[in-house]
């Protein structure tokens, strides 16, 4: 689960940087019922409110689901991270999710990926984006918390890891 504190700064572990610009929510706040069942024990959303999406760290980028609403950031450790952007249809995704990198590449840290039209968005049910870590047996504990972040400046969640 994640520990949610009112600040990051005091915790030691691999910090994340945000991939997006936007709030930080706990997944219960979520629109979708899906997503805010809580179902995801390692995810949170982000409101998005800037249509840049980055890449959070030195990693293997794929794109998959339905016009690449899904993103997935693979780190050489093994880690991975996901983000599954808010449904649309498949001629609003056309329009709505440009890639600016090739599915299964090599990316680094901070560089462009994913350009969003939000005003498309705007018309669906939310600008919620769903950040979630993917099950690592590695990973001890995972902490956010909730507020603005600005892509890439701002870490998203910090993850302590069991020592070798």
Do not use: E
């Given at each position: 689960m994640i520990q949610w504190l009112s600040q990051l700064s005091d915790i030691s572990g691999?910090?994340?940087?945000?991939?997006a610009t936007g709030l930080i929510k706990p997944l219960v706040e979520h629109p979708d019922p899906i997503y805010s069942s809580n179902i995801l024990p390692q995810a949170i959303?982000?409101?998005l409110q800037q249509g840049l999406l980055y890449a959070p760290f030195n990693?293997?980028?794929?794109s998959h689901l339905f016009c690449g609403r899904r993103l997935r950031f693979k780190h050489q450790n093994g880690l991975s991270l996901q983000l599954d952007l808010p449904q649309l249809t498949l001629e609003e995704a056309n329009h709505t999710i440009k890639q600016l990198v090739s599915n299964n590449s090599?990316?680094?840290?901070?560089?462009?990926?994913v350009r969003?039209?939000?005003q498309h968005f705007a018309h669906s049910a939310s600008t919620y984006a769903v950040l979630m870590l993917l099950p690592h047996p590695a990973v001890?504990?995972?902490f956010s918390s909730e507020r603005h972040v600005d892509a890439v400046k701002d870490n998203v969640m910090i993850i302590q890891i069991k020592s070798k």
């Open positions: 691999l910090a994340i940087s945000s991939p959303c982000i409101k990693c293997q980028y794929s090599q990316v680094k840290a901070g560089q462009p990926i969003l039209d939000l001890t504990a995972v």
